[in-house]
């Protein structure tokens, strides 16, 4: 199959991955050899903006895909950086680890908001932008209504379902949910 790209770059968080995510990459698939998924917030420790460890991120998106997409699916991980021009540099020399040598690489996303400015830092990489997806999903209110009990299962694939329900399981889960729930009271007052 002729692809227009070698690889895809999508910069994500991915906490949790859900339909629209899925729909990106489902869409990078088609235009490019091979996607490369840089996981954002990748530091070891969790908190309730990122409950999830990079490594089990990876396993709740590979859940979602053939073995043969699988197979056409990188990771990078990429730790917060909190320079614009570090954390690009930090992107690029993450990418150029897992690519072949003249490469043609891309980058697909959305302008979703203020903070899709990144998306700006690779004039090199032609964008493949795309219009809003999954009608704008955004994960802040999924893993808002996850705190509380509540698996949002039309915004979800069924890998990432699986993931959620067993993770519910986990001590880390209860003391992630604990927190919301005194930080929810808390910006009640």
């Known amino acids: 199959m002729n692809y227009t790209f070698d690889y895809l770059v999508f910069i994500g968080r991915f906490q949790p991955f859900h339909l629209a995510h899925m729909q990106t990459i489902n869409i990078a698939l088609q235009h490019s050899q091979h996607v490369i998924l840089a996981l954002g917030?990748?530091?070891?420790?969790?908190?309730?903006?990122?409950?999830?460890?990079?490594?089990?991120?990876?396993?709740?998106?590979?859940?979602?895909?053939?073995?043969?997409?699988?197979?056409?699916?990188?990771?990078?991980?990429?730790?917060?950086?909190?320079?614009?021009?570090?954390?690009?540099?930090?992107?690029?020399?993450?990418?150029?680890?897992?690519?072949?040598?003249?490469?043609?690489?891309?980058?697909?996303?959305?302008?979703?908001?203020?903070?899709?400015?990144?998306?700006?830092?690779?004039?090199?990489w032609e964008m493949v932008e795309l219009d809003s997806l999954e009608d704008a999903l955004s994960a802040t209110p999924m893993r808002e209504a996850y705190y509380r009990g509540e698996i949002q299962r039309d915004k979800f694939p069924q890998g990432t379902i699986d993931f959620l329900e067993n993770f519910q399981k986990t001590t880390t889960y209860q003391q992630l949910s604990e927190k919301f729930a005194q930080n929810d009271k808390t910006n009640l007052v």
């Open 41 to 124: 917030s990748a530091q070891n420790e969790r908190n309730i903006k990122n409950p999830f460890l990079a490594s089990e991120r990876e396993a709740m998106i590979l859940s979602n895909f053939s073995p043969e997409d699988r197979a056409r699916i990188k990771f990078v991980e990429v730790i917060d950086v909190y320079n614009d021009e570090k954390w690009q540099k930090l992107v690029k020399s993450l990418v150029n680890q897992v690519i072949e040598p003249d490469a043609k690489v891309g980058l697909i996303g959305h302008f979703k908001d203020d903070s899709s400015y990144y998306l700006k830092f690779f004039p090199e």
